[in-house]
């Protein structure tokens, strides 16, 4: 059981050492060889094995509890990949935290670890579809084991909140897994205004990224389009993403049903003049550059939306994570008919959870209509300067529509 302890305190040293470049490149490096040798399955078996006979252990060696929160302190710093949380979960990550909860405060006392698990970690673990259906399995399993202890402890409510996301999150699932779940496409051929369920549509057998209603739009698509130019990049580029096609189709649903929902009423950038000035001021010094609408679920798993100039976040990413000449040259010629949707999520190794590393997904948006990007755009460009809110709001409720 020490050998866990040393363990710990070695990917304890590393996880909290300064966040250099070269620091960094050295933990995306290790953590996976980490990870694939079972680190985080046996730090949450030995950290849960110790809480579940921590009395007895207390008494015979006072060690023992030093050794569970080193355990569980290095784990909070590795669950920010979504496989090393799931591999924690089936290790039995949540029975780990509810008895760990439901000691005396005092032995608690300055395990943040805990409260960052709860408030941050989990709830941004769930935007991944294996966590969530892990999720599904685990959490009934938990109530058994949940009692007054628990539900007095300082910790309750940052629980209850995480299982009321997670159950929302785990009906989204089981909707996307209905066989009356239809996914929606738009023709990639610019020039059509098709939309419809995805299987009325084929896609580019090279790229696989592109979809077409008809073989004469793949065509047109082919040569003026430009896709001729760009297939074999597209597919390079969609090769170096290591998130499944089931994550990414979850996180893709996930996002259009918040935005559907909220429909830009918590978009602050939005609602603020100061704002307003700024993203106005970046259209007319350059009147080519898009807006993107951002939703970061990095934080705490619910989305916190602002709209930003593409040209300044395509700056901002240093790891080449969107192909951004694609969506570039499909915005441009889609007469003002796509919004970009931009979702960020916690993904890797970081000094703390808020600069852990963010992993960025691009989300294409296609209306039958000018998009409300196109309307603000106009308003940006165009009007005389002056205060736009109430304008912005007149055309907040436009409709959404994501393929």
Same mark, same amino acid.
Request: aromatic residues 6%; proline residues 3%.
């Given at each position: 059981m020490f050998s866990f302890h040393y363990l710990a305190s070695f990917?304890?040293?590393?996880?909290?050492?300064? =966040?250099?470049?070269?620091?960094? =490149?050295?933990?995306?490096?290790?953590?996976?060889v980490l990870f694939a040798s079972g680190v985080v399955q046996s730090l949450t078996t030995a950290s849960r094995i110790i809480s579940e006979t921590n009395a007895r252990l207390q008494n015979e060696n006072a060690s023992f509890p030093a050794i569970h929160f080193q355990c569980l302190e290095t784990l909070h710093g590795l669950l920010t990949w979504h496989h090393a949380m799931l591999e924690s979960l089936r290790a039995?990550?949540?029975?780990?935290? %509810? #008895?760990?909860?439901?000691?005396?405060?005092?032995?608690?006392?300055?395990?943040?670890?805990?409260?960052?698990?709860?408030?941050?970690?989990?709830?941004?673990?769930? %935007?991944?579809?294996? %966590?969530?259906?892990?999720?599904?399995?685990?959490?009934?399993? %938990?109530?058994?084991?949940i009692g007054p202890e628990f539900q007095n402890s300082r910790y309750a409510s940052s629980w209850e909140s995480?299982?009321?996301?997670? #159950?929302?999150?785990?009906?989204?699932?089981?909707?996307?897994?209905?066989?009356?779940?239809?996914?929606?496409?738009?023709?990639?051929?610019?020039?059509?205004d098709t939309m419809g369920p995805k299987t009325n549509f084929k896609r580019c057998s090279n790229c696989r990224e592109a979809y077409y209603c008809s073989v004469d739009c793949q065509k047109i698509d082919?040569?003026?389009?430009?896709?001729?130019? #760009?297939?074999?990049?597209?597919?390079?580029?969609?090769?170096?993403?290591?998130? =499944?096609?089931?994550? #990414?189709?979850?996180?893709?649903?996930?996002?259009?049903?918040?935005?559907?929902?909220?429909?830009?009423?918590?978009?602050?950038?939005?609602? =603020?003049?100061?704002?307003?000035?700024?993203?106005?001021?970046?259209?007319?010094?350059?009147?080519?550059?898009?807006?993107?609408?951002?939703?970061d679920y990095s934080a705490n798993g619910y989305p916190r939306m602002h709209i930003e100039g593409l040209a300044q976040l395509r700056a901002d990413d240093e790891r080449g994570a969107v192909y951004w000449e694609e969506h570039i040259a499909r915005a441009a010629r889609s007469r003002g008919r796509m919004e970009l949707h931009l979702m960020l999520v916690r993904d890797g190794p970081g000094s703390d959870w808020v600069h852990r590393r963010k992993r960025w997904l691009m989300f294409p948006q296609r209306s039958e209509y000018p998009s409300f990007h196109h309307a603000l755009l106009?308003?940006?460009?165009?009007?005389?300067?002056?205060?736009?809110?109430?304008?912005?709001?007149?055309?907040?409720?436009?409709a959404v529509k994501i393929h």
């Open positions: 990917l304890g040293d590393l996880e909290y050492c300064d =966040d250099s470049e070269h620091t960094m =490149d050295r933990k995306f490096t290790l953590w996976p039995g990550l949540l029975p780990l935290i %509810v #008895r760990t909860a439901s000691m005396p405060k005092e032995n608690t006392e300055g395990v943040d670890a805990l409260q960052t698990l709860l408030d941050h970690i989990l709830p941004g673990s769930t %935007v991944s579809y294996t %966590v969530v259906a892990e999720l599904k399995v685990q959490l009934p399993a %938990v109530d058994s084991i995480f299982v009321s996301l997670a #159950r929302r999150r785990i009906d989204l699932m089981d909707e996307m897994d209905t066989k009356a779940s239809v996914v929606f496409k738009a023709c990639d051929n610019m020039d059509c082919w040569g003026s389009g430009g896709h001729r130019k #760009r297939c074999h990049s597209i597919r390079t580029h969609s090769l170096k993403n290591d998130l =499944d096609a089931k994550n #990414r189709a979850f996180m893709r649903r996930l996002l259009r049903a918040d935005l559907v929902e909220r429909r830009y009423e918590e978009a602050l950038s939005l609602h =603020d003049p100061g704002c307003l000035f700024f993203l106005r001021d970046t259209m007319r010094r350059d009147p080519s550059d898009l807006l993107v609408t951002v939703l106009q308003i940006f460009r165009h009007r005389e300067e002056t205060d736009e809110t109430e304008t912005v709001a007149q055309i907040m409720n436009s």
